[in-house]
């Protein structure tokens, strides 16, 4: 097991990506912040709330997505859902879409389908933690990213929360 990021360089790469969403999305009016269920939402947790230290969080539009039923990647058994949780319009918003490790692109593509449900936004951008870059399956990259990692297909990230592990980091597994 190596570790990519440790408790301190995670904080900061968080630190670093909510100020670059800032930078872009400047006021947030016109902007949405979406995790994906299940473990983005421990990465997009901590987005927000690095971004509400800067701006009032009422400003903030943030909700959690579950994909489960739109993946065409998992189809053994029944799979346990996650809750969706969007209280606002999309409609013609720019949807930041934040999940942690972007790996084949099958996951994104599915939160897109999912997205769909609740409107047609204006603009799309992703926000990942990490980005396994030479694992691609679809035409799929991140707008925003933490670390980029080269790896074998039979490594694997793991990324580590205080509130879900008892740890903070991100490891890669041989």
Not at 102 to 111: N, Q
Request: charged letters at 30%; a positive charge; aromatic letters at 6%.
């Amino acid at each position: 097991m190596k570790t990519i990021l440790n408790k301190q360089q995670l904080a900061i790469t968080i630190q670093r990506l909510s100020n670059q969403l800032l930078e872009n999305h400047l006021e947030l009016s016109s902007t949405v912040l979406i995790g994906i269920q299940p473990r983005g939402i421990y990465f997009s947790d901590r987005i927000v709330k690095e971004i509400a230290k800067q701006v009032p969080p009422g400003n903030i539009c943030y909700g959690k997505l579950d994909i489960t039923f739109y993946r065409d990647d998992i189809r053994q058994g029944l799979h346990a859902m996650n809750k969706t949780d969007i209280p606002f319009s999309i409609e013609n918003k720019k949807v930041v879409l934040i999940d942690d490790v972007l790996y084949t692109g099958r996951t994104i593509r599915a939160a897109l389908d999912a997205l769909l449900d609740f409107g047609r936004p204006s603009k799309v951008e992703l926000c990942v933690l990490i980005d396994r870059r030479f694992s691609r399956e679809l035409p799929i990259q991140a707008d925003y990213t933490g670390k980029s990692i080269d790896s074998i297909i039979s490594q694997k990230v793991k990324v580590f929360w205080q509130e879900k592990d008892g740890k903070e980091e991100v490891t890669l597994i041989e």
